[in-house]
């Protein structure tokens, strides 16, 4: 049985950062592609980022690159999302995702989600 688990949301300050932790169990996330989408009230649920299966390939939303960075470390079969100068448009719910491909995961297949981890940002 495949589970992926997020930590590390909380309540911020605009300006400041967190890093966000989703640990997998049930799949090797060398294997495959892994991601983060994000959901605010009312909004539909929108990708952020995506790090491919080798850890040399990532993607961004346009709007989050320079502020948002995409690691993960295969030992620990954990992703993380590191997430820098924060505003209040990212408030948000926030899901790790486990692709079907090797490579990416905007727009392809997703096998898994998390249950999400909310992140607060207050200005």
């Known amino acids: 049985q495949v589970q992926l688990v997020e930590s590390g949301g909380g309540l911020v300050q605009a300006g400041g950062s967190l890093r966000l932790s989703c640990v997998v169990s049930?799949?090797?996330?060398?294997?495959?592609?892994m991601g983060w989408f994000r959901q605010a009230p009312g909004k539909e649920r929108e990708f952020v980022a995506s790090?491919?299966?080798?850890?040399?390939?990532?993607q961004f939303a346009d709007s989050l690159k320079g502020r948002f960075t995409i690691s993960k470390d295969n030992a620990k079969n954990t992703v993380y999302l590191q997430m820098n100068n924060l505003k209040g448009e990212d408030t948000a719910v926030y899901y790790c995702?486990?692709?079907?491909?090797?490579?990416?995961?905007?727009?392809?297949?997703?096998?898994?989600w998390g249950p999400g981890t909310q992140v607060t940002v207050s200005s």
């Open positions: 995702a486990s692709g079907r491909e090797p490579y990416y995961i905007r727009g392809r297949q997703i096998d898994y």
């Open positions: 049930g799949r090797t996330i060398g294997n495959y592609a």
């Open positions: 790090i491919a299966w080798s850890g040399t390939l990532t």
